[in-house]
């Protein structure tokens, strides 16, 4: 199914996100966020970034994205150094939550708190940018 933004919305797949095990976790993160988190958090909540419903810590499958908006498909990672050598992981965990049809965008921590308007501008120009709608080979 696609959304008004034509992206892919994977929404008929309903046990595979914010499983019942992992609610803990999405709970205890959401309290321990970063300032980075709270950065990207004050600017898109309550539908104040192109009217679009984020959420925090939502699971897909067994990862917990940062931020995902269901209406576009498309999850917000936000990151520190901790990522710079987990690189195999990150890979592995974006190409299971693409397969779904959920495209993640990367930004890291000293993005949001040295430059947010330019994280502002970056989301904005991927909302607005189609999506490829080429089909994956089998």
Known sequence: MRSRRGYAKAEHMSQLYNKK?????RQNLRKQQTEAERIFWN??????????KF??????GPYILDFYCPEIGLAVEIDGGQH????AYDDARTKFINKLGIKVIRFWNND???NASGVYDELARIVATPPDLTLPSP
């Open 84 to 87: 710079a050598t987990e690189v």
């Open 55 to 60: 959420r925090r810590q939502f699971s897909v």
């Open 112 to 114: 949001l708190t040295k």
């Open 21 to 25: 095990k992992l609610e803990g976790r």
């Open 43 to 52: 600017i898109v909540r309550g539908r104040k970034f192109s009217n679009l």
